[in-house]
Nanobody
């Protein structure tokens, strides 16, 4: 059974920092591309950052220079360090693990963790 469990969300003031993490089980973690998505109320889910199995990263323009995604294959964990947070970063943050094979795409999601940026 595949599980992705996020942790580390919470309330932070504008300009502050927060780190969210996601621990996976039931998959060969190192083979998967990993990503963080977010969904704000009334908006579509959007990609925040992703990291490939070999470590290359990609960021949404809105978070470049402020957020850093990293992975620890030994711990089956992907993390998102968020600095200089803005109120518009408020959303539920979801962890995603994905891998493409000839037969199908395997696509797994965590349950989400709330991040609120407010004074």
């Amino acid at each position: 059974q595949v599980q992705l469990v996020e942790s580390g969300g919470g309330l932070v003031q504008p300009g502050g920092s927060l780190r969210v993490s996601c621990t996976a089980s039931g998959i060969r973690f190192s083979n998967y591309g990993l990503g963080w998505y977010r969904q704000a109320p009334g908006k579509q889910r959007e990609l925040v950052a992703d990291i490939a199995s070999l470590g290359s990263t990609n960021y949404a323009d809105s978070v470049k220079g402020r957020f850093t995604i990293s992975r620890d294959n030994a711990e089956n964990t992907v993390s998102l360090q968020m600095n200089s947070l803005k109120p518009e970063d408020t959303a539920v943050y979801y962890c995603n693990a994905k891998i493409w094979t000839l037969a199908r795409t395997y696509d797994y999601w965590g349950q989400g963790t709330q991040v609120t940026v407010s004074s």
